[in-house]
DNA sequence: TAGTAAGCGAGACGGTACGTCTCGTCTTTCT
DNA sequence: AGAAAGACGAGACGTACCGTCTCGCTTACTA
């Protein structure tokens, strides 16, 4: 049994430290907002030596994204199996949620953000975030598609970018979602009258 | 007759001053990203001191905004006569083209990111941006409404977030966004099947 | 006769104006210190434009100067005729008290210091203070000593240095003067005993 | 053994860079005056960041006040053993020679002038540099008197004023300090003809 | 069972930008 | 033409973080 005293050190990898690292990052990131979130003041909040944090993660960002990638897999996994339009709706009625009531939702928005002031930052959340994401969803809306599901006007991609985009958007702009808009983006977003045209 | 060409000013505001920091602003945004905007280097780039700036603009986001009120009033007004579909899409495209080609379309979303690290800047920008605007569309919408050429599912808000949302989070991620995009949104949105539900 | 609720200005210099600079000046340095004796803080207190101090004095040093040539002619004025040791020991009180009394010679003090710092302020109050001094304080030792009422070992400059710089030291360092200092220093280096070199 | 050729040493204060940052100061000093000596000019110069300036010296008159402190026990250290006045004729000599000769001497002259400027100043120039010395002066003319070599008239802290304030004065006002001063201000002041009184 | 190599807390370092302050110059407007 | 008002370019102030570095320690693997 480690002494629970002070497990500290040795010449492996310290997982209290990380974890330490992810939640003062999380932390400060919902207290004090982006602005707080400096190198310095995680080390301080985590009791870690800020070498310990360049060490393992080259920017403060790429923290940020393992939270987000580990929470965002939590609180809103892509449905694998059912590809029906209401486990589609399930699927965006969860991601609103994620953006709107859980704190972890504020990450998402400050990488985003972030994203616009600094390419590197942009490249590595697209690559590591919402380009994996992207794929699973473009899936799911093929597989529902093909089922007879729903029927797009839009092609996936943009048709994802008119389901997540007001969702998005809304969150930026600190407006609600109202009750009732993910079913509508659903409708008339996925199963337009095709016809009318 | 005052002499239009007076150098400067005396006790009352420098113009030249005022408009080469504007300018001085947007272009190292749109050369060097928001990063690279500090007071210092507006500064510089402007020829003017520290001080000149820090007596009319609260901080380098006040610049921005002030640019961006300016550009947006010329590259996309909102329409105010005509409140046709097609007065809609058209004041839609506009908007894409200055999110996705115009330069000044990078300050747009430089000041949507920042409000997410900064509260001040959240509240700033809705209240002399978005406000406005949002304001504007609202009652181009209800007119359309009213005239018969909308019949949207959702409240003009929503609505005005499903139609602005997309084009937003495309230009946010570095997406296209793809021919045909704004007239699908516009027939999806404003014009749903209402009876089929 | 002028209105004299609002005398001010016209196109010849405004006395009043003179006057509150002066003192301001004075005031601001005796309550707050040289450090807090800028131009603007002057200006402000002497409820007069900046501009109008630097149309007539090239520095505040100059202003200091003009305050305290007019206050040391009033508080210790070179004894003219009766060149007596008791007229040189007198002198050397007044001076004495002057310096460690009178908040006025706080700016004796000031501008010594300020000509360390600074070479422009080094030749002004040589020139304009420190030389004219001299000449009549040289002047009373040379009438003093050709009636033999003094016999000093070291030349009339020296013997000055000599009888003034420990005064002048002494403030300087924030000593008291003791009593009788003045007197052992008239004693010592005016009438030292010759015959015993 | 200590490695003595130690470049940069961690976690521990950086010698080279203490050196470099109290010469900076000094030659600084020297070449331009005190008007020059920012704290910028001084990290510039000793090729030092402003921070480390600050870390370790409150103020710029500290760093003076290390390189006076340092440079006063070189230059006329207070002879310690032997209590003659040829000592004490000496180590005035010294000292006359460092005010007017040695470039070392301005910082002196500088500090006392701050004194005047700045309490703060006066306060650490007193408790770390003039009380230190006047301490051991006090000391040698004590044991000088007792021994018989000298009988001044004044108490010592007055006759240490009386010798050394005139060689203060002489440099303060940018006058020579005549050949034969020193002698004679150790006759006048150290052994007057107390008889003759 | 030592030696060694890596991780760690600590914190100094050279930099850069912050937002504030005062400088001395300038221009306008009023008297 | 003098004076009040105050904007302006310039540049130093003292602070906060950046990302790099070295130190002295603690541990776990290797010889």
Known sequence: MPDSRRPRSGNRRDEAARLA???AADDLLVEHGFAALTVEAIARRAGVAKQTIYRWWPSKVEIL?????EDSAKRFPVPEGKATAEAIRGYLRAFARFLTRDPAGKVLLALLAQA????????SFRERYLGPRREQERALLTRATEAGEIAPRLGPDAALDALVGPLV????????????MVSALVEDVLKPALPAN
């Open 21 to 23: 690292v992810l939640h």
């Open 169 to 180: 958007y809304a969150a930026l702009t600190g407006a609600a979602v109202p009750r009732g």
């Open 116 to 123: 616009q002031h600094d390419p590197a930052t942009a490249e």
């Open 65 to 69: 994204l393992d939270t987000l990638i």
